[in-house]
Antibody, heavy 116, light 107 residues
């Protein structure tokens, strides 16, 4: 069965970096795009962008350029989200989600807390 | 505009029918998909395309679209349908965007 398993919660200080992983199983990793979605505490879903799992080419939504980097390791069917120069407002749950036209499978979410 | 607008909250009596709507210019060109999210859980896809349900989604969930408005209808709402519902579509650049979400209360 298809599964997306994300790495565990992170507590980081402002200015630090974090790397969230999303390991896929149960399907051919390079056959589906991978998206990243942010959900701040008590807020709605925000699409951050996606990465082409064939070419590794990322596309970032407005507001997610510069400090946010999507990457892959296809040898282990894993997508990564790295956020640098963390700010308090980056505190959120980050989800990976499979798909192009719609998102049919989601990871369980990774809570990133930024606090001094 | 590149926004999707949803009512913040909707309520429905147990067993009745409820429609949750999503408005946006992009819906004239792209179908919406709909996601259910319960507290502390990841979103779940419930409707995609013209009116398609993923495996395991009850047939009381249906979708429709007219002009700039997409709708998610739950016919015979159950207590377990109480959740936040988000629509998603694409903007003019082909990028995705989510609506602000609708909190459904089943009375």
């Amino acid at each position: 069965q298809v599964q997306l398993v994300q790495s565990g919660s992170e507590l980081k200080k402002p200015g630090a970096s974090v790397k969230v992983s999303c390991k896929a199983s149960g399907y051919t990793f390079t056959s589906y795009a991978m998206n990243w979605v942010r959900q701040a505490p008590g807020q709605g879903l925000e699409w951050m962008g996606w990465i082409n799992t064939n070419t590794g080419n990322p596309t970032y939504a407005q507001g997610f350029t510069g400090r946010f980097v999507f990457s892959l390791d296809t040898s282990v069917s894993t997508a990564y989200l790295q956020i640098s120069s963390l700010k308090a407002e980056d505190t959120a749950v980050y989800y990976c989600a499979r798909g192009s036209s719609n998102f049919d499978y989601w990871g369980q979410g990774t809570l990133v807390t930024v606090s001094s | 505009s590149s926004e999707l607008t949803q009512d913040p909250a909707v309520s429905v009596a147990l067993g009745q029918t409820v429609r949750i709507t999503c408005q946006g210019d992009s819906l004239r060109s792209y179908y919406a998909s709909w996601y259910q999210q319960k507290p502390g859980q990841a979103p779940v896809l419930v409707i995609y395309g013209k009116n398609n349900r993923p495996s395991g989604i009850p047939d009381r969930f249906s979708g429709s679209s007219s002009g700039n408005t997409a709708s998610l209808t739950i016919t015979g709402a159950q207590a377990e349908d109480e959740a936040d519902y988000y629509c998603n579509s694409r903007d003019s650049s082909g990028n995705h965007l989510f609506g602000g979400g609708t909190k459904l209360t089943v009375l």
